[in-house]
């Protein structure tokens, strides 16, 4: 591949059926260090709350973990989700991790609550909390920015100009582009919706201390092994987990390929099921070359979020980062 694009990687720490949280959160440090001899530009953890299947629920203290045992692959998070913070303390956070590793940190911030009620009771949030994301990320660009007259100083925080970045689905892409600040974005939509939203982030941009120029991460599930089966089995459980989300309202423990294939599922399960696999990247080496170049031709994205994190097989999957490293250009 030679398209002049980057390569990073966001993993959110996916619990394995009758493993322990601890597992999948000492896997995820182990699974930076690798991806910084693969190459990778940037490693980024995510926050989920109150989630059986998702042990990272503290991006900014796994994060942390993630750039002390790595020393040249960006750290960061995709991310923080604003609504179930107060802008000061995620200032005051970043400010630390970019600190402590001067040059390597990355603030992504989304707008998604939590999945159920009961969960966004416990955060202190309301379903209406994300529309004040805008004036929540106005508030903490101003903490980094600072100044002498500001009555609130984010220590040690101010005067750092570590890179923001908003995540979306489709109405963040307009708070990026009058934030003027990189965006973050996924389909999950479909690809149509999804170049809408990019074309209508370029053409509001605002440039700004943070960016003077659109730039775009497409956020992807890629899989790549010897077959195109085998890159296909690579998703089948994260989607299994997906789809028994939607249905029963709690995402479970990743189970094993053969056991997904197994399940009778009923008629809403299947077809959730059929949905969550959609969308994806996936097939052999050459296949998968050849549609991520499809992809960037039709999105020009500067860089891609590679977010393959399900499959219960982590041998496999490291494996599938390994083949598509062999595929990346020279990262910049």
Request: charged share 25%; net charge negative.
């Amino acid at each position: 591949m030679t398209t002049p694009v980057r390569f990073s990687v966001l993993d959110r720490s996916l619990v394995r059926h009758g493993r322990e949280p601890a597992d999948s959160l000492r896997r995820t440090v182990r699974f930076a260090a690798e991806a910084e001899a693969l190459g990778y530009h940037r490693f980024w953890v995510a926050e989920h709350h109150g989630v059986p299947g998702v042990a990272g629920s503290a991006p900014t203290v796994l994060a942390a973990e993630v750039a002390a045992a790595t020393s040249r692959i960006r750290v960061g998070t995709g991310g923080v989700m604003l609504p179930n913070h107060q802008p000061l303390v995620v200032a005051e956070q970043f400010g630390v991790l970019e600190s402590l590793h001067p040059g390597r940190i990355d603030l992504g911030v989304g707008r998604s609550l939590g999945f159920t009620a009961a969960v966004r009771r416990a955060l202190g949030t309301e379903r209406d909390a994300a529309e004040r994301f805008g004036a929540q990320l106005t508030e903490l660009l101003d903490h980094f920015a600072g100044g002498a007259d500001s009555p609130v100083h984010a220590v040690p925080a101010e005067g750092h100009d570590l890179p923001v970045f908003v995540l979306a689905t489709g109405a963040g892409a307009e708070h990026a582009a009058e934030a003027g600040l990189p965006l973050v974005i996924a389909a999950p939509r479909g690809d149509d919706a999804l170049l809408r939203s990019i074309e209508l982030y370029r053409q509001r941009f605002r440039p700004s201390p943070w960016a003077r120029r659109p730039y775009v991460v497409l956020s992807r599930s890629v899989a790549v092994a010897e077959t195109t089966e085998q890159a296909r089995r690579l998703l089948l459980p994260e989607a299994w987990a997906s789809a028994h989300s939607r249905v029963h309202g709690v995402f479970p423990p990743l189970e094993p390929v053969e056991d997904v294939l197994a399940r009778r599922m009923s008629s809403r399960e299947r077809e959730r099921f059929d949905l969550a696999m959609r969308g994806h990247v996936y097939g052999t080496a050459e296949e998968v070359a050849d549609a991520l170049h499809s992809l960037l031709d039709a999105t020009d994205a500067d860089e891609v979020l590679v977010t393959t994190s399900g499959g219960h097989d982590e041998q496999a999957l490291l494996d599938s980062y390994r083949r598509l490293a062999r595929l990346m250009p020279e990262q910049r």
